[in-house]
């Protein structure tokens, strides 16, 4: 392998641009094909020629390839690239199902390649200090877990319902930021625009320490939001992935004498702090990542084995609301 490391893109559309934009400033990296059978929407080629398809990116002799096509094609993809010997990061979901995302991780271990799964806010400089807040014992036993994810629908999506496409961002950075499976969940869905899948989510689950969990997620909405809420025995952290803030609101220590005001107050407010965190991008921290695993330096990259476990957990979700039923994963 080369000491600059020669990169293919596929997928030009709302994602595959800002990869490029990201690779191209990248030390040690060349962008050096693209493809999409789509072609180019937003002009981001460059001088490069947009190739038909993922064969000519493997005749271009990359060394590595990032996939941000629509999920329905992660898998027939992701495995030529094995087969090739070509280090791969895959937009989530990593598959369409878990069968799909199984056979990709098996693939690219097998082959001895850096395989990984584009979940892009597990470097969301707010959850990752959320992260270390919570490892360091900082909000004490957890309680529970909520996200809320919610926008106007994104045209970009076809294939996918909102619980493949936004859920497994929740699921996933929910997972991260506690360091524990999901062993529960059930859930409610709504289909509001015609299309064939989900457009609206609601669950409650459970992880392994026994943390209750609630994602409300959905495309409907004028309100564009992205917050993960976690409440302990010391307060509540509040990241706001949107801005990149994360803020404490810390248990009050100083008892509530005002009696009108103490008959309705639970746990007493305290200090509300909003931390001064560095906000570098976080799909070029999770690019920076990619590239360092390639070349054998320590890297903290989403491996395939934690985006199949990722989509069982989306699978048994959209599995609840068509049963009307708890799905246990433990």
Request: charged share 20%; hydrophobic share 45%; proline share 4%.
């Amino acid at each position: 392998m080369s000491a600059t490391l020669k990169a293919g893109l596929i997928g030009l559309g709302m994602m595959g641009r800002h990869h490029a934009r990201v690779l191209r400033g990248l030390d040690d990296v060349d962008l050096v094909a693209v493809a999409d059978p789509m072609g180019d929407p937003h002009g981001v080629a460059g001088s490069l020629e947009v190739q038909p398809n993922v064969e000519k990116l493997i005749a271009a002799g990359i060394d590595l390839c990032v996939v941000a096509v629509p999920t329905q094609w992660h898998e027939e993809i992701g495995l030529q690239l094995a087969e090739a010997g070509v280090h791969t990061l895959i937009e989530k979901p990593l598959a369409s199902d878990t069968k799909g995302a199984t056979r990709l991780a098996e693939a690219f271990e097998a082959a001895g390649l850096v395989g990984c799964v584009g979940h892009i806010e597990r470097y969301n400089p707010s959850l990752q200090n959320l992260r270390v807040r919570l490892e360091q014992g900082e909000l004490g036993e957890i309680f529970q877990v909520i996200t809320r994810r919610q926008g106007p629908f994104p045209n970009r999506i076809a294939d996918v319902g909102v619980v493949k496409d936004l859920a497994t961002h929740d699921i996933d950075s929910t997972a991260w930021v506690t360091r524990q499976s999901y062993t529960s969940v059930s859930a409610r869905t709504a289909h509001k625009s015609g299309r064939q899948h989900e457009d609206l989510v609601a669950v409650v689950a459970q992880l392994a320490d026994g943390t209750v969990v609630n994602h409300l997620v959905n495309w409907l909405s004028p309100l564009k939001e992205r917050v993960t809420v976690v409440t302990g025995e010391k307060g509540a952290f509040v990241a706001d992935t949107l801005t990149a803030d994360l803020t404490f609101f810390a248990n009050g220590v100083q008892p509530t004498t005002w009696d009108s005001v103490a008959s309705f107050r639970g746990v007493s407010e305290g200090d509300v702090i909003r931390y001064a965190i560095p906000k570098p991008e976080p799909l070029r921290t999770e690019l920076l990542a990619f590239r360092d695993a390639v070349l054998g330096k320590p890297s903290d990259v989403v491996g395939m084995r934690e985006g199949v476990a990722i989509v069982e957990v989306a699978e048994a979700i959209i599995a609840s609301a068509a049963e009307g039923r708890t799905i246990d994963l433990s």
